[in-house]
């Protein structure tokens, strides 16, 4: 993932993106962690190619 870093988020997006995190566990049955990357080069990312991780506890 070279081409990427951690995205900067402000805190209301980390809430959000925490109450994404609790929403996705309760659809699937299992805890999960999303994380958010930017890319390196500026340019946008689609939907369609956000890559998500998933962790379980």
């Keep these: 993932m070279k081409n990427y870093r951690p995205a900067n988020l402000s805190?209301?997006?980390?809430?959000?993106?925490?109450?994404?995190?609790h929403e996705f566990a309760e659809l699937t049955g299992e805890p999960l962690v999303l994380i958010a990357?930017?890319?390196?080069?500026?340019?946008?990312?689609?939907?369609?190619?956000?890559?998500?991780?998933?962790?379980t506890k």
């Design 11 to 21: 805190p209301a997006q980390i809430e959000r993106l925490q109450q994404l995190e």
């Design 37 to 55: 990357y930017a890319s390196r080069n500026g340019r946008t990312t689609s939907s369609s190619s956000i890559h998500s991780t998933s962790t």
